[in-house]
Structures are given as structure tokens and as C-alpha cells.
């Protein structure tokens, strides 16, 4: 395992698509519904979001929370955060820190860290299924447009670890009845979104349950 590993950032765009729930119980009820597993450390955050944290990874299962050991809440943009950054996660010899900018404390770029931080949790340097199904997916050409070949999103389309964090951030807003975009994919026929999912519910990004809620979703495109 890297010493140091590269830090990743998630700009976290709105999709812009507004598409009711539909067998979704009320977002209250989801966050209430488990208790937390997270067993971490905190800085900088106050007991209202260190609450909010809590309960937003309350909704993924025990060991991608467990696989966080350290959560900042920063004031400001440290050096750290280059560029357009707002968070990160960084693996320092296999103690996972995420920090996070505080005006962008959000639950959408919690699930997106939570994603880095259990991917680094994992281990592995370059996930051989996931780059196999990939294809000609990633890699943004001028003028593509997303959903497409198993891209949810521009940002996804950088690298396959951001491909990856993109997807199950998307996931758990599709379960907190949050915009996502699994519902307007216009080439859901395209295999790859399914081989996607499949693959995180095997490496335990995503449960069955949540698995089977996301495949109803892409499937009730027309
Ligand atoms: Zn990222």
C-alpha cells in the first residue's frame, strides 16, 4: 500500500434532474432507520455535523464507515486543497483521513470520500473488473453528454477511481431520495451500468438491497 496516495476531490455537481421517489420512503425515515457504525475520529466539526456525517453514512454499510478512521471539518482551503478541490480523502499507510471544506459539507461528497476512503480500504491499485467493463467509457471527449456508456457523470469520466466514487455517490442518493440520474440514462440498454453496480454490491460498496433498488431505477427507463 501507497505511503502516500494521491488525493482525489469531487466537485459534486447537481445533475439537475428532478424525478419524484418512488419506492422510496421519506429521507427522515432513511437516516433514521440504522444505527451508526462509524467509528472514527473527528476535527474541526461541530456536534451538528459530526451528526449529520454520522447519520449520512449511517446509510452504507458497516465496513465502507469502518474503513474511515479520521473525518475533518476544515475552515479553510488548506494547500492541501489544490485547485478546484472541496474535499479529499488521503491513505497514509492505510489510516484513511477525509477532509472536507466546510461550506461544501454536504451528504453527497460524504458518500463520494466514504467511496475513496473504502476503495483505498480495499487495496487495490487498479481494480481489473471495473477497467474491463469500462471500455471506451471514461475519458471525456468534447461534447459528450452524461449518463453515457456506463459514465454517470463528466467528473467520473477522469479516472476509474473517480468513475467508481461518482457511481456510489450517486447510489446513495438515489436510496436518500436525493436528484440522481439513474432514472435518465439514455442508453440504459448499455450492459456496463449493470456490470457497474454488480461489481460494487460484490466489493461491498452496496448491499443487495440497495443493488436491487438502483437496478429498478435504470430499468425503468424507456
Ligand atoms: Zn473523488
Not at 492505510?94 to 480495499?122: F, K, N, Q, S, T
Request: aromatic share 10%; charged share 25%; glycine share 6%.
Amino acid at each position: 500500500m501507497k505511503a502516500l496516495a494521491p488525493l482525489f476531490v469531487v466537485l459534486c455537481l447537481a445533475c439537475g434532474c428532478a424525478l419524484p421517489p418512488i419506492t422510496l420512503p421519506p429521507q427522515k425515515t432513511i437516516f433514521e432507520k440504522n444505527p451508526s457504525q462509524l467509528n472514527c475520529v473527528f476535527a474541526g466539526a461541530v456536534d451538528f455535523e459530526k451528526k449529520i456525517i454520522t447519520e449520512t453514512l449511517s446509510i452504507m454499510p458497516a465496513k465502507v464507515q469502518q474503513a474511515i478512521d479520521k473525518i475533518v471539518v476544515d475552515e479553510e482551503r488548506t494547500a492541501e486543497y489544490t485547485g478546484n478541490m472541496i474535499a479529499y480523502c488521503i491513505n497514509q499507510g492505510g489510516w484513511m483521513e477525509i477532509h472536507i471544506w466546510r461550506p461544501r459539507l454536504e451528504r453527497c461528497i460524504v458518500w463520494h470520500e466514504a467511496a475513496h476512503a473504502y476503495d483505498y480500504h480495499l487495496g487495490l491499485d487498479d481494480d481489473i473488473k471495473w477497467l474491463k467493463i469500462i471500455g471506451d467509457g471514461p475519458g471525456h471527449t468534447e461534447g459528450r453528454s452524461y449518463p453515457s456508456k456506463g459514465v454517470l457523470e463528466k467528473y467520473g469520466a477522469q479516472d476509474w477511481l473517480e468513475d467508481r466514487a461518482v457511481w456510489v455517490e450517486f447510489i446513495y442518493r438515489l436510496i436518500a431520495n436525493q436528484s440522481h440520474p439513474f432514472r435518465n440514462i439514455p442508453d440504459f440498454k448499455d450492459a456496463r451500468y449493470i456490470q457497474k453496480l454488480g461489481i460494487l454490491l460484490e466489493q461491498g460498496f452496496i448491499d443487495q438491497v440497495v443493488h436491487d433498488t438502483v437496478l429498478e431505477a435504470i430499468n425503468s427507463n424507456k
